[in-house]
């Protein structure tokens, strides 16, 4: 069983930024595909960017440019940098391990004036 958190959300100003963070349980974490994920109120999840246990990224198009997946396997732990965020960046963030069935509790985004 694989026990993942996600922290950092909050309310920030359009343009602003916020920094995600997941820590997941397990010995193998550093070869293991790490996505974050969001899902807006009345939309379907979507992935917003995925990091491989070596390190190769794939983002989104809609944050390209704006998101950064990092990744600690020394902690066990996986980033999203989020900046110059929209309203549209809105929604609830969840951590995902191996890009299977393993999901963090969620973390609220809410980007707004």
């Known amino acids: 069983q694989v026990h993942i958190v996600e922290s950092g959300g909050g309310l920030v100003q359009p343009g602003g930024s916020l920094r995600l963070s997941c820590v997941a349980s397990?010995?193998?974490?550093?070869?293991?595909?790490m996505g974050w994920y969001r899902q807006a109120a009345g939309k379907q999840r979507e992935l917003v960017a995925s990091?491989?246990?070596?390190?190769?990224?794939n983002y989104a198009d809609s944050v390209k440019g704006r998101f950064t997946i990092s990744r600690d396997n020394a902690k066990n732990t996986v980033y999203l940098q989020m900046n110059s965020l929209k309203p549209e960046d809105t929604a609830v963030y969840y951590c995902?391990?191996?890009?299977?069935?393993?999901w963090g509790q969620g973390t609220q985004v809410t980007v707004s004036s």
């Open positions: 995902n391990y191996g890009l299977g069935n393993y």
């Open positions: 990091i491989t246990g070596s390190g190769s990224t």
């Open positions: 397990g010995s193998i974490f550093r070869l293991v595909t």
